[in-house]
């Protein structure tokens, strides 16, 4: 079973930046599709980044192109989101996720795995 857990949330003032971690264990495939997703009051739960772990394949939203960075080391089984250039409008749930398989997968109901989330929020 995969077990996920997410950390690095916080409170930060717009401009600012912060980094989430997501660590995972129990990993019984090759490769997997990971992804950061985000769930504001009030609204769906969207999509912010993603990576194939078995390729070169990664996935931005249009929203934080240029802003968040998605990576993955491997050695210790992590996967992070840099955010830099924060906006009041990234304020969210963030959740992490896996889902095994051959390529990269954009939306939530195609992964299997979710960590408990980590709060970020953004004051203008």
């Known amino acids: 079973q995969v077990q996920l857990v997410e950390s690095g949330g916080g409170s930060v003032q717009a401009g600012g930046s912060l980094r989430l971690s997501c660590a995972a264990s129990?990993?019984?495939?090759?490769?997997?599709?990971m992804g950061w997703f985000r769930q504001a009051p009030g609204k769906e739960r969207e999509g912010v980044a993603a990576?194939?772990?078995?390729?070169?394949?990664?996935y931005y939203a249009d929203s934080v192109k240029g802003r968040f960075t998605i990576s993955l080391d491997n050695a210790k089984n992590t996967m992070y989101l840099q955010m830099n250039s924060l906006k009041p409008e990234d304020t969210a749930m963030y959740y992490c996720?896996?889902?095994?398989?051959?390529?990269?997968?954009?939306?939530?109901?195609?992964?299997?795995?979710w960590g408990q989330g980590t709060q970020v929020t953004v004051s203008s």
């Open positions: 996720a896996a889902a095994p398989g051959w390529y990269l997968r954009k939306r939530d109901t195609q992964y299997d795995y």
């Open positions: 129990g990993y019984t495939y090759s490769s997997y599709s």
């Open positions: 990576l194939y772990t078995g390729g070169s394949a990664i």
